[in-house]
């Protein structure tokens, strides 16, 4: 039997693993969850009543109650208001199960803070969740969430000041899958996320008194992922029920370390990306628009060959207002795209070393000596930067970048290639700038003297080739002057 056979219940998507149970719903049934539950949350969200699990018809109808759990946190009264969150858990073939639920409950705050208030409500309107859980299948978990509809208001109080914030998302939904990894070594999930059209508004007191100033922005609307895989879920599971169990230990016990070495990795790889279309941004003192904005992160685990990238893209930013200066009109519309990747080996051998330090396991900080441990190990593994071919572009500019950086036995090195149109537009609008900013002139100079270093490539471009090795500096072969 797979290990993901034994998942127990965990959370809105709680399944029992509880052993199989009785193909009609039952009261031992019911208890049976209710331990599932008690083995992640500790025995008091049963004590207490937090959570409770009843038969009804041919499943079994679970209900968190979060008053009660504010209760037990010893919450302020009345700070946070929250109706039960009900779901209804039905048995399949095997050890099959289902969850559906159709409401979400509304959440209102009322928090006083030092020098006032926060109050607020939040609702999901056309809340429903369908998830399956079968451990025969391959890809044993799916699960769809959606609502027609997220809005929020809030309102902070600030002595005498008072902000409002309301938000409103339409169309939301996400979809999630899940299956044993191909070594069998841990888990794959892949969600999906997407929403129709989102607005948010904000009404902020002005410093000078005046009427509330009110800021909203609106997106056409946007979509994400995420992948991870080989998520060590069964290590990171019987971790966090060593946890709940041992919560009021006064120090940690020898039998932790083996537990915190289990879970790593802790993945494989996590990779999320995100785009989103026609943001507005509507201000006292002007608008702004942009065409798309999107980003991509991908990270290893603590593998022992490590990656870690960023990318990031926009396109087409637009601002406008009639109280900045004329030459502001030349940095708009604006597109970038920016891409960094990080890779080195032996990411998995700094964590052990972390691990074995005891003052991490105490307070979770670390000595001087293995930080500096840590980054020798690091230092040694060959890490290396990658600029990816990148842009900058405005009216004034268009500015191409790539290059890498490296260590090779702790001597750092790096090659970068940087080309432009021309630098006479951009000098022009400095040039501008600087009337009004005297502070400019010394960001002028040093343009001009990176356009007298450039080379001219076959399409007319300026060029500039940067070397680093040794702590000395070149362009296109000419050393850099680096001090007085």
Known sequence: MRWH????????????????????ATPEGAKAIEQGYAAYFSQGVIDEGIVSVEPQGDGYLVTWNPQ??????????????????????TPGPGDAWNVKAYHFPQIAVDVPTDKGQVRGVAALDGFHLDADYDPQADEFLRSTLGTTNVTGAF??????????????????????????????????????????????????????????AQFTYTMGGGVSGARLTGLRAKEIGVLWKYLVAHGDDPSPRADLKPLLQSVLPLWQEIRADAKIDDMQFQMPFGTATMKSFGETIDLSGLTASGLAEFDIKLEDLDVSSTLLPGWVSSLSPASFDLSLRLTGEDWDKAARIALDDPHFGESGDLSPETSDQITQVLMAGHPKIVLTPGHLKIPALDLAFEGEASVEGG?????????????DRTIALLQDFAKAQPDAQNALLALTLWKGLATTGADGRLVWEIETSGGAVTVNGSPLPTGP
């Open 5 to 24: 056979r034994s998942l127990s219940a965990i959370g809105a998507l709680a399944f029992s693993g509880g052993g199989a149970l009785a193909d009609s």
């Open 411 to 423: 001597a750092p090195t790096a090659h970068f290639n940087i080309s432009a149109d021309s630098l």
């Open 68 to 89: 009660k759990a504010f209760e037990a946190a010893d919450a302020p009264k009345g700070a946070v208001r929250v109706d039960n969150f009900s779901y209804v858990l």
């Open 155 to 212: 309102q902070i109080a600030d002595d005498a000041q008072v902000s409002d914030f309301k938000f409103s998302e339409d169309e939301v939904t996400v979809e999630t899958r899940a299956k044993t990894s191909a070594d069998g070594a841990g888990i794959d999930v892949a969600m999906a996320q997407a929403f129709k059209s989102l607005t948010e508004t904000i009404a902020a007191p002005q410093p000078n008194g005046g009427p509330l």
